[in-house]
């Protein structure tokens, strides 16, 4: 299984982005991996499990030093990070312990709740979260030293703009430290220009994204990993 990478600009800055597969948004039909991304965040096996297995067994690959510190990225109806652990935080936990990271999930904070920004356009997203997200300032301050560098850890990547809201936020008290990027996957906005068929859906050349299978019966645990390791959904 190979680990992608890419790069996420901000400020004339680029950080390192590092995810498992690819992602085709909702918008252009619904997949086995829109399903099964859906049942992750829901913390539903056989996808909680598959996703961070498959995780784990690259996060070595991600160039990080022992210490670095994880936080993960909010929800939209999320101002801190809930007393029940989400799949996110699960996730976290567990790169965490594997790797010897920090997982401080508290350090960031939002002023309030946002709308769901997944159907809007990217200049309503960056207005939607435009100066939402800060560092708890008074929670870094009880940690044993200040974290030397950070991975910001979230399920989908579409336009970037969370992320960039984050470092943002990062970026104001931690000026000079380091940030890389993790996510489970990275949304694939390209139009494409032939034929394509997945599970559930199909694009014929100059037509929309339609019905073209009925789904397909559940997946185990190995299959889902299988699909997630050689990105064939």
Known sequence: MALHQTWLSYNNDRYPHYYLCHYLPRSAGRDTLSHSLLKFKQSRQP??????????????DIPLPPGATLVRALHHNETAIPDSPTALDLLGQRLAARWQ???????LQKARTTRPVKSFAKPQREEELQGIYSVNLAYAASLPQNPTHWLVID???TSGTT??????????????????VFT??????????????????????????????PPLPYYSLSRLKIMIQTDTF
Do not use: F, M
């Open 47 to 60: 996808d909680l499990e598959g996703w961070i297995d498959c995780a784990l067994e690259i996060g070595s």
């Open 101 to 107: 990271y920090q997982y401080h999930p508290r350090l």
């Open 155 to 157: 399920d989908i990547l």
């Open 163 to 180: 992320i960039r809201a984050i470092i943002q936020a990062i970026r104001h008290p931690y000026p000079d430290a380091p940030i890389s």
């Open 184 to 213: 489970l996957t990275r949304a694939d906005t390209t139009t494409p220009t032939l034929s394509l068929k997945g599970q559930n859906y199909q694009l014929e050349q100059g037509q929309d994204w339609v019905l073209s299978e």
